[in-house]
Antibody, heavy 123, light 103 residues
Framework: QVTLKESGPVLVKPTETLTLTCTVSGFSLSNARMGVSWIRQPPGKALEWLAHIFSNDEKSYSTSLKSRLTISKDTSKSQVVLTMTNMDPVDTATYYC???????????????WGQGTLVTVSS | DIQMTQSPSSLSASVGDRVTITCQASQDISNYLNWYQQKPGKAPKLLIYDASNLETGVPSRFSGSGSGTDFTFTISSLQPEDIATYYCQQYTTFGPGTKVDIK
């Protein structure tokens, strides 16, 4: 059974760097056509894709946040890590990781999601 | 980047009503459009993929259609457990969501 679980701090101070870890089970990060994405949702607002990484280490970042984000994976630990620098109160959100199924034709969906972790940015 | 719009932003309907949500892409996306349901305090759940394919285990009252730039999501008979916000998604872009309530 596929599961994803986010972990990281619940509170960070402005200007600090946020590090979130997504630990997956039930599939391998080396599976072709599969990736892991980070998606966030500010309270009461819509979903916002942040970044993703695929089995071949292909990475992609949100254009608006690219300068602040780094995504990486440790296949042996079944973990995907997202770092976001220079945190601001507007970054307060629930952060989700989700499994991606995709192929070269354009098929791209998020079929399994973690429960999410609420990160609050405040001094 | 492709932009996704949804309408309405919210709706209120009675149990048993047919509910329709539309999603429009800013350019042709073929049928690469997915729909998610998010209940309060929960993670989104995939309901429909590739515009019209029902994800395994999803009740048949949910359906989707469309291609190109215009897509429709339908609940044929609204149930109390369908209270949620529904999002369309294409690649890394989500629509703004449609909140569905019971009248």
């Amino acid at each position: 059974q596929v599961t994803l679980k986010e972990s990281g701090p619940v509170l960070v101070k402005p200007t600090e760097t946020l590090t979130l870890t997504c630990t997956v089970s039930g599939f391998s990060l080396s599976n072709a056509r599969m990736g892991v994405s980070w998606i966030r949702q500010p309270p009461g607002k819509a979903l916002e894709w942040l970044a993703h990484i695929f089995s071949n280490d292909e990475k992609s970042y949100s254009t608006s946040l690219k300068s602040r984000l780094t995504i990486s994976k440790d296949t042996s630990k079944s973990q995907v890590v997202l770092t976001m620098t220079n945190m601001d109160p507007v970054d307060t959100a629930t952060y989700y990781c989700a499994r991606i199924l995709a192929d070269s034709s354009g098929y791209f969906l998020f079929d399994y999601w973690g429960q999410g972790t609420l990160v609050t940015v405040s001094s | 980047d492709i932009q996704m719009t949804q309408s309405p932003s919210s709706l209120s309907a009675s149990v048993g009503d047919r509910v329709t949500i539309t999603c429009q892409a800013s350019q042709d996306i073929s049928n690469y459009l997915n729909w998610y349901q998010q209940k309060p305090g929960k993670a989104p759940k995939l309901l429909i993929y590739d515009a019209s394919n029902l994800e395994t285990g999803v009740p048949s009252r949910f359906s989707g259609s469309g291609s190109g730039t215009d897509f429709t999501f339908t609940i044929s008979s609204l149930q109390p457990e369908d209270i949620a916000t529904y999002y369309c998604q294409q690649y890394t872009t989500f629509g703004p969501g449609t909140k569905v309530d019971i009248k």
